[in-house]
Nanobody, 119 residues
Framework: QVQLVESGGGLVQPGGSLRLSCTAS????????MGWYRQAPGKQREMVAT???????DYADSVKGRFIISRDNAKGAVFLQMNSLKPEDTAVYYC?????????????WGQGTQVTVSS
């Protein structure tokens, strides 16, 4: 019983910035890992960035130095600050959580938010 809702996607020019937000709701005991994945048409879904409860952060090589992931444990939220956006960043971005709900681990995906980088 976990729901993830993303927001912040949209159309931005190359070199611009966007900030994605995702908030978890439901009968959640705790959230171990949250992150962002993305999928472009015809391509596999790929990991963009993840952040664990201990603060460990992992980034895809393609976004290192440009994207920053953060989380607010009290709010059950995760954020992705995307800077210096490139056309190849265009994709549907999905929020992910590995949480504990109803006394068991639960993997949950958000509905996705479209990010389009174009002039």
């Amino acid at each position: 019983q976990v729901q993830l809702v993303e927001s912040g996607g949209g159309l931005v020019q190359p070199g611009g910035s966007l900030r994605l937000s995702c908030t978890a709701s439901g009968r959640i005991f705790g959230i171990y890992t949250m992150g962002w994945y993305r999928q472009a048409p015809g391509k596999q879904r790929e990991m963009v960035a993840t952040i664990a409860s201990n603060g460990r952060m992992d980034y895809a090589d393609s976004v290192k130095g440009r994207f920053i992931i953060s989380r607010d444990n009290a709010k059950g939220a995760v954020f992705l600050q995307m800077n210096s956006l490139k056309p190849e960043d265009t994709a549907v971005y999905y929020c992910y959580s590995h949480a504990y709900a109803d006394y068991r681990p639960v993997d949950t995906w958000g509905q996705g938010t479209q990010v389009t980088v174009s002039s």
